[in-house]
């Protein structure tokens, strides 16, 4: 749970420091702040930041306007001004960019020992970077070290994580098109700036965390209606930073009973992550809503699924593979639709006497028979083990 600008003026409020323009900035994350004293020292921002400038560097009001807007397109969270010698206000302009970008200004007296203030907040910052660090070792015990509770009951306690209520993961994924590897750790941290300030702006009793690459969102005494608007929101605002190569998973657990569940969520999100990787869906779906899917995702003996999957399709792969036909894609097809031939032509823009001489072929290469419901059930469930494995 990163800190969020408003909780840092807070507590400062008593230091004379007024905010002047962005107020609907202020659920912006910070996780340092910068002396800013010129546009060459502005390009050392890396993002989040509260910066903090005294004009010394400047040499006109044009100066600090272009300081303010080069601040704000590197990423900072807000900015602080020090009204004196160097600065004698801030200027109608520089409030209307900062107030339509929601870029928080303050403004701080010269007689107000600015040190002080930057003193404070990386104080707040320290303490606040150590209680999610602490959180999310808490839930990173909760998955690997579930019979542990005394590895996370208490710590999630401490910081007012009641152990009773329920909890939900998500996985978040994002991954070269190409190489299929997850992004580089560079990628990885502007992606995870993008989401702490997401969960920042909708939700109170929720943090996200890196681990093995990926991205755990944890939902603490959330719905699940709730949650998948915060993750369809979070899908939003990350696509736009996403570049041409890149694609992006979400997997939603299931909501626990309580706090020693946590495992349980974590695996499911893994289980609903891995499902829409093998069907290239970027589409935000819950556990609950699987159907037969959390039936067969529960299944651990994979011996068990590949017999199944050896008796009832491989014929038909190894046909296509041998023959270059597209069978299987076919048979998939053809019991997605309800059996519905013409549907079938129209998905895959063959003539209906084309999709009915290759359903006769599929017959005669499985020595079966489609027309009964219990042959098309063996085979929805074999096609639906091919897509998770």
Request: hydrophobic share 35%; aromatic share 10%; net charge negative.
């Amino acid at each position: 749970m990163a800190i969020k600008l408003s909780e840092l003026y807070d507590s400062v409020k008593d230091q004379e420091i007024k905010l002047v323009a962005g107020k609907n900035g202020l659920n912006n994350i910070v996780r340092w702040v910068h002396m800013v004293e010129s546009l060459e020292i502005s390009v050392f921002l890396h993002g989040q930041e509260i910066a903090f400038t005294t004009g010394i560097g400047l040499e006109n009001k044009e100066d600090l306007f272009n300081l303010v807007k080069h601040t704000y397109n590197n990423n900072a969270s807000g900015m602080v001004i020090n009204i004196g010698p160097f600065i004698d206000e801030i200027s109608n302009e520089i409030i209307e960019f900062c107030n339509e970008n929601d870029f928080p200004i303050f403004e701080v007296p010269w007689h107000v020992y600015m040190a002080e203030i930057m003193r404070d907040f990386c104080y707040n910052i320290t303490i606040s970077d150590r209680i999610n660090t602490e959180l999310s070792n808490a839930i990173k015990n909760a998955i690997f070290f579930q019979s542990q509770q005394e590895l996370y009951l208490p710590q999630l306690e401490r910081h007012n994580f009641n152990s009773n209520w329920s909890y939900c993961l998500a996985v978040i994924e994002t991954r070269d098109k190409d190489s299929k590897k997850v992004v580089d750790s560079k990628r990885r941290a502007k992606i995870l700036k993008n989401l702490e300030n997401t969960l920042a702006h909708t939700s109170k009793r929720s943090f996200v965390f890196e681990l093995d690459g990926r991205f755990v969102l944890v939902f603490a005494k959330y719905s699940e209606e709730k949650i998948k608007d915060i993750v369809e929101l979070t899908k939003k605002r990350c696509n736009p930073i996403l570049r041409n190569n890149e694609e992006i998973y979400f997997g939603v657990g299931k909501s626990t009973k309580n706090a020693k569940c946590i495992a349980k969520s974590y695996k499911r999100a893994l289980d609903v992550l891995k499902l829409q990787k093998s069907s290239n869906s970027n589409e935000i779906i819950m556990y609950r809503q699987l159907g037969l899917y959390k039936l067969l995702l529960s299944i651990d003996d994979k011996e068990i699924v590949n017999e199944y999957y050896q008796e009832t399709l491989e014929p038909l792969i190894k046909h296509d593979q041998l023959n270059n036909t597209d069978y299987l894609e076919v048979l998939d097809s053809y019991i997605k639709n309800d059996c519905c031939v013409k549907d079938v032509a129209e998905q895959l823009f063959y003539h209906r006497n084309t999709i009915n001489y290759k359903l006769n072929k599929i017959q005669e290469i499985l020595s079966c028979d489609l027309s009964k419901l219990n042959t098309r059930l063996i085979y929805s469930i074999s096609l639906m083990l091919n897509n998770i494995n």
